[in-house]
């Protein structure tokens, strides 16, 4: 019985940084700056040329320059101008528009 403490507790011991590299992402430090970067950009762009009131309800995410933007907004014009203003933003290589328009019948 006093073998087995030793053991489990050198087994967790080892298994632990095997947990912790199992939560990590995985892209590069270099990556996830350049990702959290266009994700500011893109946030600031959007207060900046899009209704505020459109802006809060906006999510964006950037996986490796692909930003995807949800959330949802009032009408297609607002859908069309995040996505297009995201588009200009540096770093940005394609653009997931996942936004949901409220009213579809409205402009």
Known sequence: MKRVAP????SVLALA?????GCKSS?????QFDDAGIKAKVKAKLAKDVRLSTLTNIE???TNGVVTLAGQVPNRFDKMKAEEVTR??????RVNNELQVENPERQ
């Open 88 to 93: 200009t933003v540096e770093g940005v290589a």
């Open 17 to 21: 940084p095997l947990a912790a590299f």
């Open 60 to 62: 964006v995410n950037s």
């Open 7 to 10: 053991v489990v507790l050198v």
């Open 27 to 31: 892209q590069s430090v270099g990556a």
